[in-house]
């Protein structure tokens, strides 16, 4: 496996260590960008160097949650990406079924979209949108270049439901997908993204919980990656969820509709987890070198906001850091600690004063007060313990 100090707890609590002496002392050789502080195996550190690395992704919109101000963390840290070119195919929500059927000219539901994210190299394929119901897009971004890496995203209904992948249902069909991509890109590395929940209360959030649903699918991911021999891992969801353990989160479990990232700290956070997966090993320089300010006031779009400045921006590098030194695992970035939640009803059975507690039922200092009716976790009812 890529991050082979995933289930060391010994060894993340060194990564911490080092994260917190390097933010400190302002020693970027310190911040875990090389292969060895990420736990990165020799073959996947060697991909990722390579000259001239090119890198697609079969997805949705979630994948531009992840890159959305990866070329202002790039220009942020003076990275020298000349030699790499990254590519997105976006398709609404998409299933690896519906990715097998638009290849297959059987999907005319929808339009999808390739694009070029960044870099200083150009692919030899066409960008531009077509229907569905015309794969041919599609399949000559498939044969038309050699791609190092490819890298796939379930959909975000069915990303926590690891059973329902290599079924025949809409969830399904990641057998046949992998299967095109072995006939057409054989030396690609596969990589797969470990995507971000829903808010608690949105209405496709079946487990009616951010952290429950985040937990499927990053074990989802986990079994997945042993499953097939998958290496490689980008897990911004994780960068994401910690954030949302911190004193940061909002009413809107830091989305902008309840799917989506919110549109500045979130997706800046995510971005980060995609630099310093990509990008810092191959350049050596941190994403704690990066500056990027991105502030709610210059915003004209109605959403709820969190500024990217220079009090937000330490804690969303370290929780990029923390979610690439443990995928599986959500900390709070604030204090190193994986979370719990705890909260007291009030006699509508709603949560309120809810707290952030560690694993040994320590309360953590100063953790944030919220009301809120859908967070599941442990709750206090007539002083006993409930699990919800």
């Not at 119901?133 to 190092?148: I, P, V």
Request: hydrophobic share 35%; charged share 20%; proline share 4%.
């Amino acid at each position: 496996m890529v991050f082979c100090v995933n289930n060391n707890r010994n060894m993340k609590q060194f990564l911490i260590a080092m994260l917190v002496v390097a933010v400190q002392l302002g020693q970027p050789g310190l911040c875990g960008c090389g292969a060895a502080a990420q736990g990165l195996d020799t073959s996947i550190n060697n991909v990722l160097t390579k000259p001239g690395l090119k890198i697609l992704h079969i997805g949705h919109s979630f994948t531009f949650d992840a890159v959305c101000y990866l070329p202002d963390i790039v220009k942020g840290t003076g990275a020298d990406i000349s030699d790499l070119c990254i590519y997105r195919t976006m398709l609404g929500g998409a299933s690896f079924r519906d990715w097998v059927d638009t290849y297959n000219d059987a999907y005319p539901w929808q339009d999808y979209q390739i694009a070029k994210v960044m870099g200083g190299i150009d692919a030899s394929i066409a960008t531009g949108t077509a229907n569905g119901s015309d794969g041919s897009l599609l399949r000559q971004a498939l044969t038309g270049e050699q791609w190092d890496i490819i890298f796939l995203q379930p959909s975000p209904l069915y990303s926590p439901y690891y059973e329902l992948w290599a079924g025949n249902t809409y969830g399904g069909y990641l057998n046949e997908l992998l299967a095109i991509l072995k006939e057409h890109q054989p030396q690609a590395t596969i990589g797969l993204m470990l995507l971000h929940s829903y808010a608690s209360d949105y209405m496709d959030n079946a487990e009616h919980s951010s952290l429950e649903r985040w937990k499927l699918i990053a074990r989802s991911v986990e079994h997945c990656c042993a499953d097939y021999g998958i290496d490689l891992v980008l897990p911004y969801g994780t960068a994401v969820q910690n954030m949302r353990a911190s004193s940061l989160n909002n009413a809107e479990d830091m989305t902008c509709d309840g799917a989506h990232c919110e549109l500045l700290l979130t997706r800046y956070a995510a971005s980060c987890c995609y630099y310093q997966t990509i990008i810092a090993p191959r350049t050596g320089i941190p994403v704690t070198e990066d500056k990027t300010l991105l502030l709610k006031e210059w915003m004209t779009v109605a959403s709820p906001m969190i500024s990217v400045d220079d009090n937000t921006r330490p804690i969303a590098h370290k929780a990029a850091m923390l979610a690439v030194g443990d995928p599986y695992h959500c900390t709070n970035p604030e204090t190193d600690i994986d979370v719990g939640i705890d909260a007291t009803l009030n006699d509508k059975g709603e949560m309120i004063n809810e707290k952030c507690f560690d694993l040994q039922g320590r309360k953590i200092e100063n953790s944030k007060s919220v009301n809120s009716k859908y967070r599941k976790g442990v709750y206090i009812r007539d002083g006993r313990k409930y699990v919800r």
